[in-house]
């Protein structure tokens, strides 16, 4: 390693703010104020479901259910667990990169309540996502279908937002070429991922299985990128983040839940670079114009252009259009034209003169490419 990517490096880590991957300790609508303005790029929040549960539950062999009765869970009423809703909602939108997105999950208890808050505070709703599970717990009370599912709604910071990630392309290629579905099929979390406390029972009630925050982000985060989770219980949100080598903050106001997670990302390890590769389409490259070519020198001005059978031809002008008699335009509005259509992907139909044979054009957009990444790295 030079002495100059070393340092540069050392820079880099020094200039990392400290509430980078740490877990806050405290109310989440308080904490967040501690965190700068426009500093995250997607929000994974799952929020008390407010299942309002009175009394025990009890299995039909009278065994009682480990359920979500916990006090973080309990609110007066309605209208407190909205105002509650909308407190969190606010205080996250604050810290939000404007390209951002945020995930909420919940059960039919919230998820309602809190998808109609997100719209009304101006959030766009991109999907609702269904989390099936394969094995959910049986009904304990009531006569009714099993809940077997958990509702996630993927939304941009709003209407207008630009630039959000989604790897369209990688999550298509995981689902064998075929565009990936809103409905997920995942177990909950057992065996030896489902954290203990020392008496042998669940550490927290609704802990999530690695694998659907691995999908999520998957799905809409790049590596480096800053996951926010504002109600980070055993720290899931963190051990997939580490190890797919995205930052994380926490927010956490209970003490156990916190030595636990701390614990737990401790002991993850990070994958390599190589293997969080993100594959990506033509849409997610650098747009570049035709006119690029001339600036940088890959193409003169007069150079004479063709389609791969050398039945119609091109010249080049300076202002980086075309003209072929009285067509004159873009690469794709000459081509269109010379062939009576439309419409026509100039990049690929029009070729230029090289070592005695065509070459298409769209060669020398990669070259530019390569070195607007350059450039940018």
Not at 335 to 358: K, P
Request: charged residues 25%; glycine residues 8%.
């Amino acid at each position: 390693m030079s002495a100059l990517r070393l340092a540069d490096e050392l820079s880099a880590v020094s200039a990392q703010p400290a509430w980078l991957d740490t877990i806050l300790k405290g109310n989440c609508v308080a904490a967040l104020e501690r965190l700068p303005e426009k500093s995250v790029d997607v929000v994974f929040a799952d929020p008390p479901y407010n299942l309002q549960l009175d009394g025990e539950l009890h299995r039909p062999d009278q065994s009682k259910v480990d359920a979500v009765d916990d006090e973080w869970d309990r609110f007066d009423s309605f209208e407190a667990y909205d105002a509650f809703t909308r407190a969190w909602m606010l205080a996250v939108r604050r810290v939000l990169k404007p390209s951002g997105t945020i995930w909420v999950i919940g059960s039919y208890h919230n998820i309602f309540r809190v998808g109609a808050t997100m719209q009304d505070l101006g959030f766009w709703i991109l999907n609702d996502v269904v989390w099936r599970k394969t094995n959910p717990m049986p009904n304990f009370r009531g006569r009714r279908f099993q809940n077997a599912h958990e509702t996630m709604i993927w939304a941009s910071r709003d209407r207008q937002a630009k630039g959000y990630t989604f790897n369209y392309e990688a999550m298509k290629a995981a689902n064998d070429d075929v565009q990936m579905r809103s409905d997920w099929l995942f177990p909950i979390c057992t065996g030896s991922e489902r954290l203990k406390d020392g008496n042998g029972n669940k550490l927290h009630p609704t802990q999530k299985p690695e694998a659907l925050l691995a999908r999520v982000m998957m799905a809409s985060t790049r590596p480096s990128d800053v996951v926010l989770d504002p109600f980070f219980g055993s720290g899931t949100t963190g051990a997939v983040a580490k190890r797919l080598g995205r930052h994380f903050v926490g927010i956490e106001r209970e003490q156990a839940y916190i030595d636990a997670a701390a614990e737990r990302i401790a002991a993850v390890k990070p994958l390599q670079a190589a293997e969080l590769a993100v594959i990506s389409g033509k849409r997610a490259e650098p747009r570049v114009a035709f006119v690029s070519l001339i600036d940088s020198g890959l193409m003169a001005p007069g150079t004479r252009l063709y389609d791969a059978r050398k039945r119609w031809s091109a010249t080049v002008r300076a202002d980086g259009t075309l003209a072929a008699g009285d067509a004159v335009g873009s690469i794709h509005k000459v081509g269109a034209a010379v062939q009576g259509l439309d419409a026509c992907n100039g990049w690929t139909f029009w070729h230029y003169e090289r070592n005695g044979g065509l070459t298409q054009i769209d060669e020398l957009r990669r070259i530019v490419r390569v070195g607007m990444e350059r450039a940018g790295a």
